[in-house]
């Protein structure tokens, strides 16, 4: 997926989010479209790691919950990107998370999510702290 210019390969990355975002829950064939057939999925906090497409597609049809993604932000270069989103289960709370995208050629060969708790910001750190961005 790389090109000379990271702004517009940051658009073709938000574009696959987008197709993904778009079909999820509502047709996976679809939404899966932007993996290769045998892409991987992990989740470090769980410890799982589903291989194939055909996997992880199936076990997000019977996930129990509805899923809710926002892109906040999405950096990076060549074949490895990473989005910043955020997510809600069932219209709860929004968390943060963090998907790590690896490409090979115009798909996904890897991907990589963390989903947070969120948390306040301590008030003895706020003389050095700025303003949250929130570009894209």
């Keep these: 997926m790389a090109t000379g210019n990271d702004g517009r390969l940051s658009?073709?990355?938000?574009?696959?989010?987008r197709h993904y975002i778009d079909?999820?829950?509502?047709d996976e064939d679809a939404a899966h479209e932007i993996y290769h057939d045998d892409a991987v999925l992990e989740f470090p906090q769980s410890g799982e790691r589903f291989e194939g497409?055909?996997?992880?597609?199936?076990?997000?049809?019977?996930?129990p919950a509805d899923v809710d993604?926002?892109?906040v932000r999405v950096r990076g270069g060549g074949d490895a990107w990473v989005a910043e989103l955020?997510?809600?289960?069932?219209?709860?709370?929004?968390?943060?998370?963090?998907?790590?995208?690896?490409?090979?050629g115009d798909r996904v060969a890897r991907e990589t999510i963390y989903v947070t708790e969120p948390f306040p910001a301590p008030e003895w750190r706020s003389r050095w702290r700025a303003a949250p961005g929130r570009d894209g």
Aim: glycine fraction near 6%.
């Design 23 to 26: 079909h999820s829950g509502a």
């Design 69 to 71: 993604l926002e892109v």
């Design 11 to 17: 658009h073709r990355v938000r574009a696959v989010l």
């Design 53 to 63: 497409v055909a996997n992880f597609r199936e076990w997000r049809r019977a996930y």
């Design 86 to 104: 955020r997510i809600r289960y069932d219209g709860g709370e929004w968390r943060p998370a963090v998907d790590i995208l690896e490409f090979r």
